[in-house]
Each structure stands twice: as C-alpha cells, then as structure tokens.
C-alpha cells in the first residue's frame, strides 16, 4: 500500500465531498425545474422527467435497503479478515450526465415560462 500525502487526503476528500453534495443538489433541482416547468406548461412529460431525475434517491434507498437484509452476511466476511480491518478502496464520481441533464431541464422551463407554454 502506498503512502498518502496530506494534499493528496484533503484533495480527495473534497472531491468525495463535492460529489456527495451535487448527487443531492442536481437532481432535486433538476426534478424542481421539471416540475416548474409542468405548472407553466402543462405538459406531462414534465412529471416523467421530474420522475426520472429522482431515480438516484431511489437507487440510494434500495442499496441501503439491500446492505439491511445482507447485513449479518456482511459482519461475517468483516469477521473472516485476519487483523479485522478491511481495506475499502471507493471510487469519487460525479454526475456528470445529472448536471448537463439539469441544464436541459432548467434551459427547457426556462423557454417554456419565456413563450408562455
């Protein structure tokens, strides 16, 4: 295993941090724009992309779901490791495809609001 500069920690950190605030901001705003766009509009795919702009909550959920009925099987592989400590290696993402999805959303309400609907 290699050594971790502090710079290389705190850079890290942030990125993981930064993903984890626009995972909760971008798609909130996104189904909010979606459904201002719904009440100037009236439009009903409105409400199918609010929808979908909310499945990463949903997909939150369920693993969340998931790691509560595997969680005896989990503590057993934890229990298994010989010193008790499991190296976790966790990728940083961010939602690239929410955020230019969320600019469409906003982009369309905007010109929906603008042309009256």
Do not use: C, W
């Not at 409400?47 to 503590?75: C, G, M, V």
Request: positive net charge.
């Amino acid at each position: 295993m290699t050594e971790v500069s502090q710079l290389e920690f705190y850079a890290q950190s942030a990125l993981y941090y930064l993903g984890i605030v626009l995972f909760v901001v971008v798609p909130a705003s996104t189904a909010f724009f979606a459904l201002k766009g719904f009440q100037h509009s009236k439009k009903k795919g409105y409400i199918l992309i609010a929808a979908f702009a909310l499945t990463p909550y949903i997909t939150f959920a369920l693993n969340k779901i998931s790691y509560q009925l595997h969680r005896d099987e989990i503590q057993k592989m934890n229990s298994q490791s010989p010193d008790g400590v499991l190296i976790v290696q966790r990728d940083i993402t961010f939602p690239i495809y929410n955020l230019v999805f969320a600019a469409g959303v906003f982009l369309l309400a905007k010109s929906e609001k603008k042309n009256g609907g």
